[in-house]
Nanobody, 122 residues
């Protein structure tokens, strides 16, 4: 299967910035879309931002104008630049990817990272 490893979470003050990164790895695979989700205790996981292999992006209304998603198709990485962070951005952020994976034949996959904590606090 395709594994996703995230990095870049941490503690930041309101108004500050953080950058999350996620790297995908497997022997043979092809990624279609990549995305970032977030989840807080007692709430459903929600989409933050997504990007297709062609670079088309989609953002949650709550982060438009503050967050920027980007990807490097050659390196199979996706990043989330978060600016003007607010208290309500505090959550565990998860990387997500879907596409095709080759074991003995091409099969679809959807993978999740382990999650990285982002805490916005003064």
């Amino acid at each position: 299967q395709v594994q996703l490893v995230e990095s870049g979470g941490g503690l930041v003050q309101p108004g500050g910035s953080l950058r999350l990164s996620c790297a995908a790895s497997a022997r043979i695979f092809s990624i279609n879309s990549m995305a970032w989700y977030r989840q807080t205790p007692g709430k459903q996981r929600e989409l933050v931002a997504a990007i297709t292999s062609g670079g088309i992006t989609n953002y949650a209304d709550s982060v438009k104008g503050r967050f920027t998603i980007s990807r490097d198709n050659a390196q199979n990485t996706v990043s989330l630049e978060m600016n003007s962070l607010k208290l309500e951005d505090t959550a565990v952020y998860y990387c997500n990817a879907d596409g095709l994976w080759y074991g003995t034949k091409w099969l679809p996959f959807t993978s999740w990272g382990q999650g990285t904590q982002v805490t916005v606090s003064s």
